[in-house]
């Protein structure tokens, strides 16, 4: 069954940076639209970035734009999120999910989800 374990989270200050990964099994990986959400204290659950299967496009959300880059490498079946200028608003639970077929912000067409790391950022 496909598989999705997150890693890399932690209590960073704020300004620093952060790298999460996700370790994908199970399926064909390539072939995947892979995203981060993330979950702040007594709020729903939020998109921050996606990436298609071969890697060559990407986005992300507004609130992250020019601090986040979502990346992939397939030979390892490994999904990152490269988190820089770090911010207490940033403190979240961070997933990583897949999608066999959508390109999309909602949740709702992620059917593949890890557990969450955790990332703290100290004000």
């Known amino acids: 069954q496909v598989r999705l374990v997150e890693s890399g989270g932690g209590l960073v200050q704020v300004g620093g940076s952060l790298r999460l990964s996700c370790a994908a099994s199970g399926g064909t990986f390539s072939r995947w639209v892979m995203a981060w959400f993330r979950q702040a204290p007594g709020k729903e659950r939020e998109f921050v970035a996606r990436?298609?299967?071969?890697?060559?496009?990407?986005y992300v959300t507004n609130s992250v734009k020019g601090r986040f880059t979502i990346s992939r490498d397939n030979a390892k079946n490994m999904l990152y999120l490269e988190m820089n200028s770090l911010k207490p608003e940033d403190t979240a639970v961070y997933y990583c999910a897949a999608s066999e077929i959508f390109y999309s912000d909602s949740e709702s067409r992620y059917g593949y989800w890890g557990q969450g790391t955790q990332v703290t950022v100290s004000s």
């Open positions: 990436i298609i299967g071969s890697g060559d496009i990407s």
